[in-house]
Nanobody, 125 residues
Framework: QAQLVESGGGLVQAGDSLRLSCAASGRTSSTYSRGWFRQAPGQEREFVAAILWDSGNTYYADSVKGRFTISRDNSKNTMYLQMNSLKPEDTAVYYC??????????????????WGQGTQVTVSS
C-alpha cells in the first residue's frame, strides 16, 4: 500500500503561481508513472500531467501545456506540479496518483492504483 499526501494548494488571483507537492510513502518502489488529475465541482476527474518515474518523460493536457510543469525528486520520493499563469478555469481539487505498472492509459484515472486526498486550488478573476 502506498500513501500519498498533497500540499501547496490555496487561493490565488488569476496570473499567479502555485507549486503543488505530492509526498509518497509506503510501497512505492514499484512505480511506473505518477500523475496529477483535477476535479471541479460537478465535473469528472480529468488528466493534468504525468511523469514516467524512471525516464522522467512528461505529458500534459492541452489546457495546461506551457503553463504547468511536472517534475520529481527521486531522493525525496516526491512529485511536484509548478503551475504558472493560473486561470479561473484551473480551479479544482488537485489529486496526485501512482500508476504501479504499465497498463491502460496514462490519461485515464482508472489506470492509477493509489491516490492522495486532494488539495484545493482556487483561482479568482
Amino acid at each position: 500500500q502506498a500513501q500519498l499526501v498533497e500540499s501547496g494548494g490555496g487561493l490565488v488571483q488569476a496570473g499567479d503561481s502555485l507549486r503543488l507537492s505530492c509526498a509518497a510513502s509506503g510501497r512505492t518502489s514499484s512505480t511506473y508513472s505518477r500523475g496529477w488529475f483535477r476535479q471541479a465541482p460537478g465535473q469528472e476527474r480529468e488528466f493534468v500531467a504525468a511523469i514516467l518515474w524512471d525516464s522522467g518523460n512528461t505529458y500534459y493536457a492541452d489546457s495546461v501545456k506551457g503553463r504547468f510543469t511536472i517534475s520529481r525528486d527521486n531522493s525525496k520520493n516526491t512529485m511536484y506540479l509548478q503551475m504558472n499563469s493560473l486561470k479561473p478555469e484551473d480551479t479544482a481539487v488537485y489529486y496526485c496518483a501512482v500508476r504501479s505498472v504499465f497498463r491502460g492509459s496514462k490519461y485515464s484515472p482508472q489506470s492509477y492504483d493509489y491516490w492522495g486526498q486532494g488539495t484545493q486550488v482556487t483561482v479568482s478573476s
